[in-house]
């Protein structure tokens, strides 16, 4: 999940150059805003798997697929998912936007893949490959005593999830505002620097 801003890739770049202990002032600043949308994201993991599905702990070993070879569905591991849910202040490349991410929000273990978007698309499968055919439904109840699916954004299911994106929504803003915050401090005081020494040169 991306914090995007325009026109900042220059500012760091700069920064990074000229300016390193005023980057890094930035980057402790924004990191900071961002590390309670974490916390609550992983607030919500609990130990066991939810819903009495004991069946999906970890067993400690990888799971097989039963209709192939490749791993089977990804075991509830309470420490994997909660290390997925992170964030990254490092430069992402341009989208078919134009907009480059410099901050982003990630959850990026598979167990926490599906509990951030299990139901986001719809009513279960009915083709799924399971004897029961209500397990799919029984599956996003579970999920469900995680937490509700939040927009974060309005965009429907591209935008709904319910750990990290409902942590961005609770959030309300507060993250994005501080980012922005820090990035408007952190180019008065370079401007400002370069100003005076242009000054002591002259």
Sequence with gaps: MPVV???VVGLRKALNKLAPDIKKQMDSEIREALKPIIQDARSKVGASAPGGLFNWNDPGYIRKSIIGKKEGFPS????????????SLGTKRFDNTGFVSLYTLFNKSRTGAIIETAGRVGSPNPRAKSNNPEAGE???????GIGA???YAGRGRLSTGRLLYAAYARNQGRA???????????????YNRIRASRGEAA
């Design 176 to 190: 994005v505002n501080a980012t922005l915050k820090a990035i408007e401090n952190a180019k008065n005081t370079f």
């Design 149 to 151: 699916l939040k927009d």
């Design 76 to 87: 509830y591991n309470q420490n994997i998912i909660r290390r997925g849910l992170t964030y």
């Design 5 to 7: 801003i325009e026109g």
């Design 138 to 144: 029984r599956f996003i109840g579970a999920m469900n």
